[in-house]
């Protein structure tokens, strides 16, 4: 688990790469059905940091690996922070980068439950900092066409087809083998912020894994890395 969760370079290699920008993987500890694990978002957060940091000179954070999951109170295992104390991390971490000599910092979010990544980002920019959050739900959507992800993100809202597809590429031992029998449909979720995931769902999943393919989340990785380049392009401006 730790070769693809935590970086391992030298300070020494950190200096002679001289990256200007970082990237802090967010995701999450929380429940994904049966058939992935708990620290799916995570995992997914760093897959994509690691994906970017392959075709471009950035400092590859350590993840934050347990935020916001309120929506998934009442399963066992999740487990949450506030979103003040989510704030408060990032914010640190912005410091702390720009003390050493990195004044841009990328957010890569694996958990679309962390509204305040939103805040927080806005914030930064209002200040004059230079801090962008990846991937919006634009890079999402684009990746889902490249990947020929079949299923909405409506639908495709919890270990479903996506996140399931980009785990049975990057790391197929953490998806269970009966992944395909999981479907779970919930489109009307009128009230999930009121009532939470549990109130639309039994098995904590909204989507089709069974769709899921390795292809689909190789193709929707490589997308993620192309638009990347905006992120760039932003942080530069």
Same mark, same amino acid.
């Given at each position: 688990?730790?070769?693809?969760?935590?970086?391992?370079?030298?300070?020494?290699?950190?200096?002679?790469?001289?990256?200007?920008?970082?990237?802090?993987?967010?995701?999450?500890?929380?429940?994904?059905?049966?058939?992935?694990?708990?620290?799916?978002?995570?995992?997914?957060?760093?897959?994509?940091?690691?994906?970017?940091?392959?075709?471009?000179?950035?400092?590859?954070?350590?993840?934050?690996?347990? $935020?916001?999951?309120?929506?998934?109170?009442?399963?066992?295992?999740?487990?949450?922070?506030?979103?003040?104390?989510?704030?408060?991390?990032?914010?640190?971490?912005?410091?702390?980068?720009?003390? $050493?000599?990195?004044?841009?910092?990328?957010?890569?979010?694996?958990?679309?439950?962390?509204?305040?990544?939103?805040?927080?980002?806005?914030?930064?920019?209002?200040?004059?900092?230079?801090?962008?959050?990846?991937?919006?739900?634009?890079?999402?959507?684009?990746?889902?066409?490249?990947?020929?992800?079949?299923?909405?993100?409506?639908?495709?809202?919890?270990?479903?087809?996506?996140?399931? $597809?980009?785990?049975?590429?990057?790391?197929?031992?953490?998806?269970?083998?009966?992944?395909?029998?999981?479907?779970?449909?919930?489109?009307?979720?009128?009230?999930?912020?009121?009532?939470?995931?549990?109130?639309?769902?039994?098995?904590?999943?909204?989507?089709?894994?069974?769709?899921?393919?390795?292809?689909?989340?190789?193709?929707?990785?490589?997308?993620?890395?192309?638009?990347?380049?905006?992120?760039?392009?932003?942080?530069?401006?």
């Amino acid at each position: 688990m730790i070769d693809y969760l935590l970086p391992t370079s030298t300070a020494v290699e950190e200096r002679d790469r001289r990256a200007e920008v970082a990237l802090l993987p967010v995701g999450s500890f929380e429940q994904h059905g049966a058939l992935l694990p708990l620290a799916t978002d995570t995992v997914i957060a760093v897959t994509v940091a690691r994906a970017v940091g392959g075709a471009h000179r950035v400092l590859q954070l350590p993840p934050v690996t347990i $935020s916001c999951s309120h929506e998934h109170a009442g399963w066992v295992g999740t487990v949450s922070i506030s979103a003040a104390t989510l704030y408060a991390t990032v914010t640190d971490v912005a410091e702390s980068l720009r003390r $050493s000599g990195i004044d841009k910092l990328a957010l890569v979010s694996g958990h679309g439950g962390n509204y305040v990544l939103s805040n927080v980002v806005q914030e930064a920019s209002a200040r004059g900092e230079r801090m962008a959050l990846f991937p919006t739900e634009v890079d999402w959507m684009t990746a889902r066409t490249a990947g020929g992800v079949e299923t909405g993100p409506d639908s495709d809202m919890h270990a479903g087809e996506l996140e399931t $597809s980009i785990l049975l590429h990057a790391h197929p031992d953490l998806v269970a083998p009966d992944y395909a029998e999981h479907d779970e449909l919930a489109d009307d979720r009128d009230r999930f912020l009121t009532l939470g995931l549990r109130a639309y769902t039994e098995s904590g999943v909204v989507g089709r894994p069974s769709l899921a393919s390795a292809a689909k989340g190789g193709a929707a990785l490589a997308s993620l890395v192309d638009s990347f380049a905006g992120v760039l392009a932003a942080l530069d401006r």
